[in-house]
């Protein structure tokens, strides 16, 4: 096994390399353990690490911003639902 230092460039590097030899985007079990510590340590879980290599598109609206379009919407639909119930209170009165 071989023991040396990586850099991101060389992070970069593997994943560019070992996806044009596999014809694919690479996965964990593509690369040796040194190899992934590596790759994780400098560019984060695969799919960012993917992205940083340019051989993977980013999301176009990341699970986070998704979550909070969510929230907001069901915060305005709570929102009617209360003011609807009220109105309907306020006749039957």
Do not use: C, H
Not at 11 to 26: M, T
Request: glycine letters at 4%; proline letters at 5%; a positive charge.
């Amino acid at each position: 096994m071989e023991n040396r230092k990586y850099t991101r460039d060389d992070a970069l590097l593997l994943l560019k390399s070992k996806a044009e030899e596999l014809g694919r985007l690479p996965k964990r079990a593509d690369f040796a353990e040194a190899e992934l510590v590596a790759i994780k340590a400098f560019l984060g879980p695969m799919p960012r690490a993917l992205e940083a290599a340019g051989l993977k598109e980013p999301p176009v609206m990341g699970t986070l911003e998704k979550n909070r379009i969510r929230r907001k919407r069901k915060k305005a639909e709570m929102k009617a639902k209360k003011a609807n119930s009220n109105k309907t209170k306020e006749i039957s009165q």
